[in-house]
C-alpha cells in the first residue's frame, strides 16, 4: 500500500531469527510477482532509483534462497 511494508513470508526458522510469529510460508512463496508503475522493461538500473526518488532498495531477502 503506497510502497510501504504490509507483511513478511516468515518460515519457522526466519520467524525463529527476527523473534516473530510464522506465516506458514515455510516453501516459499508461489507466483508472486512485484510490479512499478513508474518504472518501464527498457529502464537500467539508476533510470530505475532516479524515478522511484526515495524508497527502500532490497539486495537481499533472507530465508527464500533469493539475493
Known amino acids: 500500500d503506497a510502497g510501504r511494508v ?3 513470508f516468515l518460515s519457522s526458522y526466519s520467524a525463529r531469527k527476527l523473534g516473530m510469529k ?3 510460508n515455510a516453501g516459499g512463496s508461489h507466483n508472486l510477482v512485484l510490479t ?3 518504472t518501464k ?3 537500467d ?3 530505475m532509483l ?3 526518488g526515495t524508497g ?3 539486495v537481499e531477502l533472507m530465508g527464500q534462497g533469493v539475493n
Do not use: C, E, N
Request: glycine share 14%.
Open 6 to 8: 504490509q507483511g513478511y
Open 22 to 24: 510464522t506465516t506458514g
Open 36 to 38: 512499478s508503475r513508474r
Open 41 to 43: 522493461k527498457g529502464d
Open 45 to 47: 538500473l539508476d533510470a
Open 50 to 52: 532516479k524515478k522511484l
Open 56 to 58: 527502500l532498495f532490497v
